[in-house]
T-cell receptor
Framework: AQTVTQSQPEMSVQEAETVTLSCTYD???????LFWYKQPPSRQMILVIR??????QNATENRFSVNFQKAAKSFSLKISDSQLGDTAMYFC?????????????FGKGTKLSVIP | EAGVTQFPSHSVIEKGQTVTLRCDPI?????LYWYRRVMGKEIKFLLH????????ESGMPNNRFLAERTGGTYSTLKVQPAELEDSGVYFC???????????FGPGTRLLVL
């Protein structure tokens, strides 16, 4: 069974600094997608960034970028120039393709606090 | 465009009672998913509808949970009878394509006493 591990339950970062959230996953499939979702306090979960496993280039979305290491099964999220609005729970998630199931498998989440 | 909506936002019931959660997906999204997060644990998949059909219900914990999506629009998830371990946050998500990005609703916080 596939698993997603987020080894940092909580992190904090100073405003305007850079922070990296780690995520590793385990799968025997070669075709899959990876996601980072963000859930701000008392608000709904939104997609931050998505990476297709067949793409070698790391996905980037404004201040958010990933470091995708397929061989190591690692998918870390880098947040540059952290802002107070980045305070949230961050979930790494994984979707296998071609198995007939399109469920997301989530990690336990990392609670990020941006300190003024 | 309206996002995924869920009702109610909170529900407190006693063990043995019945609760029905509702999800309205984004208009035009054929795919609808239910997930659950029990306190301190990962968000877990429950089931996936494509239109009105159950594509994958491998995550449903037991037969106390019944999901429906009549007409392929909104979906309901009924828990009957509720047990203490059913407490958690129930999320609904929808996507246009089966492998497309899933957009989440705000969740329903269920507390079973």
């Amino acid at each position: 069974a596939q698993t997603v591990t987020q080894s940092q339950p909580e992190m904090s970062v100073q405003e305007a600094e850079t922070v990296t959230l780690s995520c590793t996953y385990d799968t025997s499939e070669s075709n899959y997608y990876l996601f980072w979702y963000k859930q701000p306090p008392s608000r709904q979960m939104i997609l931050v960034i998505r990476q297709e496993a067949y793409k070698q280039q790391n996905a980037t979305e404004n201040r958010f970028s990933v470091n995708f290491q397929k061989a190591a099964k690692s998918f870390s999220l880098k947040i540059s120039d952290s802002q107070l609005g980045d305070t949230a729970m961050y979930f790494c998630a994984f979707m296998e393709l071609g198995t007939g199931s399109y469920q997301l498998t989530f990690g336990k989440g990392t609670k990020l606090s941006v300190i003024p | 465009e309206a996002g995924v909506t869920q009702f109610p936002s909170h529900s407190v019931i006693e063990k043995g009672q019945t609760v029905t959660l509702r999800c309205d997906p984004i208009s035009g999204h054929d795919n609808l998913y239910w997930y659950r997060r029990v306190m301190g644990k990962e968000i877990k998949f429950l089931l996936h509808f494509v239109k009105e059909s159950k594509q994958d219900e491998s995550g449903m914990p037991n037969n106390r949970f019944l999901a429906e999506r009549t007409g392929g629009t909104y979906s309901t998830l009924k828990v009957q009878p509720a047990e203490l371990e059913d407490s958690g946050v129930y999320f609904c998500a929808s996507s246009q394509d089966v492998s497309g990005t899933q957009y989440f609703g705000p969740g329903t916080r269920l507390l079973v006493l």
